[in-house]
């Protein structure tokens, strides 16, 4: 599916294409949040880096979050540097992926059957999740990628689901 987005002054508009269009995870953990999850979650899509196009690529900035051992994260936020909206992650630990905050996608986007929240462990106390009967929950990591939940509920080109 292509995929395009764009911040909110759109100084930058980008496109790209997705098998793991369905905005189904919500992450709750602190640099999300505070990054780009004015709710107190994020959710990130998954996406074909190769196929990553931007136009403004002047306007943008990178940040790259200090964690709690005080190393640098190896993943890259871009986002705007005008208006400041959260555009994608890139981490070149995975080169061929990139994970556009679906918050900034202008194109629409498919209903997911379920929500999975995940870093539960770390959420602002002032954060009330809202699962739904049947949502997967976790504290920390989810126990499959966004291609595995995908295919899982049989909504990725080629695979088959449960």
């Known amino acids: 599916m292509k995929l395009e987005g764009s911040c909110h002054c759109r100084a930058v508009r980008f496109t790209v294409e997705s098998t793991e269009p369905y905005p189904f995870m919500r992450c709750y953990c602190s640099i999300c949040r505070k990054t780009a999850g004015g709710g107190g ?4 899509l998954g996406a074909d880096h190769r196929t990553l196009r931007v136009e403004g690529k002047d306007h943008l900035s990178v940040y790259q979050a200090t ?11 871009h986002f705007c540097r005008h208006c400041g ?4 992650l890139y981490d070149p630990s995975w080169p061929d ?3 556009p905050h679906a918050s900034a996608i202008d194109t629409p986007l498919p209903v997911p059957p ?11 106390g002032w954060v009330e999740p809202e699962p739904r009967a049947g949502d997967p929950c976790f504290d920390a990591y989810p126990d499959a990628s966004l291609a595995q939940w995908h295919a899982r509920h049989g909504l990725s080109p080629g695979k088959g689901g449960d």
């Open 97 to 99: 992926l990139v994970h």
């Open 85 to 88: 909206s959260a555009l994608w």
């Open 67 to 77: 964690l709690e051992d005080g190393s640098t994260s190896t993943g890259r936020r």
């Open 114 to 124: 379920e929500h999975v929240h995940i870093m539960l462990g770390s959420k602002a």
């Open 41 to 44: 979650y994020a959710i990130n």
